[in-house]
């Protein structure tokens, strides 16, 4: 059975770098065909794909977030990670990571973890 | 980025009864549309992809339809564990969009 489980600080100051990481189970992040990605949620509102990354390195980002946003993996560790600089309060959601599969549909997602940027 | 719209954002429905969601894309994505359900500390769960084709261990109750710029998710039989927020999202093109959700209430 695959899952994800997303962990990282639960608030970060205005300014700091947001950093999170994403923990796979049941599959090895070198399977072929798969993207992982993280995606976030607003409170209240929809969602917000913020970029996606193949496990030899890839990545597609957000045009309205790519400045800023680094995802990388750890084959070793079979887990993926997400670093978002320079945060403000707009940078406050549910941040959940995804398998992208078939199509190109998140097909398996972590239970999402809430940030607050707030000093 | 390619627009995705939902609508009703809001559904209120029985128990029993069918009800129908739309997305509609700002331009056309083929069939490269999916739905997910989202349920409060829940993990989201994919329902549909390929606008048509039924995820693994969704019940068939769910059923999408639509290609080009039109899309429907309809749910028969509605369940009390139906309540939810649903969303569509676009994977024709890379920057990935989702419409703004549809909650779905039972009465």
């Known amino acids: 059975q695959v899952q994800l489980e997303e962990s990282g600080p639960g608030l970060v100051k205005p300014s700091q770098t947001l950093s999170l990481s994403c923990s796979v189970s049941?599959?090895?992040?070198?399977?072929?065909?798969?993207?992982w990605s993280w995606i976030r949620q607003h409170s209240g509102k929809g969602l917000e794909w913020i970029g996606n990354m193949y496990y030899s390195g890839s990545t597609y980002y957000n045009p309205s977030l790519k400045s800023r946003i680094t995802i990388s993996v750890d084959t070793s560790k079979n887990h993926f990670s997400l670093q978002m600089n320079s945060t403000t309060a707009a940078d406050s959601a549910i941040y959940y990571c995804a398998r992208a599969g078939p199509a190109d549909a998140f097909d398996i997602w972590g239970q999402g973890t809430l940030v607050t940027v707030s000093s | 980025d390619i627009q995705m719209t939902q609508s009703p954002s809001c559904l209120s429905a029985f128990v029993g009864d069918r009800v129908t969601i739309t997305c509609r894309a700002s331009q056309s994505i083929s069939t490269y549309l999916n739905w997910y359900q989202l349920k409060p500390g829940k993990a989201p769960k994919l329902l549909i992809y390929t606008a048509s084709t039924l995820q693994s261990g969704v019940p068939s109750r769910f059923s999408g339809s639509g290609s080009g710029t039109d899309f429907t998710l309809t749910i028969t039989n509605l369940q009390p564990e139906d309540l939810a927020t649903y969303y569509c999202q676009q994977s024709y093109y890379t920057s990935y969009t989702f419409g703004q959700g549809t909650k779905l209430e039972i009465k």
């Open positions: 049941g599959v090895s992040i070198r399977s072929s065909g798969y993207y």
